[in-house]
């Protein structure tokens, strides 16, 4: 079974920065898209941003365009999310994902490995 472990969260300030990272461990050759979600309180868990196994390919929410880079290393069977000048509501629980299609997916539904989630706090 895949496991996916993610790290990095934390509190910043308003226009700060911070680098999560998701390592997975198990059976990783089965992986091929991997994914960022997060949840803030009383919502509903929202796509951040998206990679193909290549990396060639990116999507991302337009909330965090221009803002948040998502980058992989196969080699080290790692995921790193770069947010920059972070904002209050950039406040959540930021869980990555991982699909064993090479299909790059906004729905969680289509993502078959989770995270435990990292909590990201931005204070204003």
């Known amino acids: 079974q895949v496991q996916l472990v993610e790290s990095g969260g934390g509190l910043v300030q308003a226009g700060g920065s911070l680098r999560l990272s998701c390592a997975a461990s198990?059976?990783?050759?089965?992986?091929?898209?991997k994914t960022w979600f997060r949840q803030a309180p009383g919502k509903e868990r929202e796509f951040v941003a998206a990679i193909s196994w290549s990396g060639r390919q990116t999507e991302y929410a337009d909330s965090v365009k221009g803002r948040f880079y998502i980058s992989r290393d196969n080699a080290k069977n790692e995921m790193y999310l770069q947010m920059n000048t972070l904002k209050p509501e950039d406040t959540a629980v930021y869980y990555c994902?991982?699909?064993?299609?090479?299909?790059?997916?906004?729905?969680?539904?289509?993502?078959?490995?989770w995270g435990q989630g990292t909590q990201v706090t931005v204070s204003s």
């Open positions: 198990g059976p990783t050759f089965s992986i091929y898209v």
């Open positions: 994902a991982a699909s064993r299609r090479d299909t790059l997916d906004f729905s969680a539904d289509s993502y078959d490995y």
